[in-house]
Nanobody
C-alpha cells in the first residue's frame, strides 16, 4: 500500500534553514500532485507547497513564496521541502501528502489529498 514517511524536522533559530524529506513507496510511476502541508496547534491544516511530479510544476502559499522550495529526486520517490529564512510563525507539524487523482493539476486544498504521512515537527525559535 502507499506510504509516505517524512523526516528532517527539528528546532532552528529564526532566519535558519531546514530541509524536509518525504520518502514515497507503494504506488506506480503515474504522475501525481504531491504536496507539503502544515498544522499549528489550534489552527487549520494549510497547504504550503505542491508539485506535479514529472513536470516540476509547483505552487506555493503566499506566506512561503521566495523562502521555501519544493522539489523531487529524479526517481520521483523522494519529495523535498527546502525551507530558508524561517520565521517563528513557520512553527508547525509538517505533513507530505499525495492527491486523490493522478494526472496534471495543482491544489493547495488539503481536502484534495488522500494519502498522508505521519508528520515531522518544525519549531522556529
Amino acid at each position: 500500500h502507499v506510504q509516505l514517511v517524512e523526516s528532517g524536522g527539528g528546532l532552528v533559530q529564526a532566519g535558519g534553514s531546514l530541509r524536509l524529506s518525504c520518502a514515497a513507496s507503494g504506488y506506480t510511476n503515474e504522475r501525481w500532485c504531491l504536496g507539503w502541508f502544515r498544522q499549528a496547534p489550534g489552527q487549520e491544516r494549510e497547504g504550503v507547497a505542491v508539485i506535479f511530479t514529472g513536470e516540476n510544476k509547483a505552487d506555493y502559499a503566499d506566506s512561503v513564496k521566495g523562502r521555501f522550495t519544493i522539489s523531487q529526486d529524479n526517481a520521483r520517490v523522494t519529495l523535498y521541502l527546502q525551507m530558508d529564512s524561517l520565521r517563528p510563525e513557520d512553527t508547525a507539524m509538517y505533513y507530505c501528502a499525495r492527491a486523490r487523482w493522478s494526472g496534471p493539476g495543482l491544489s493547495l486544498d488539503s481536502t484534495d489529498f488522500a494519502v498522508w504521512g505521519q508528520g515531522t515537527q518544525v519549531t522556529v525559535s
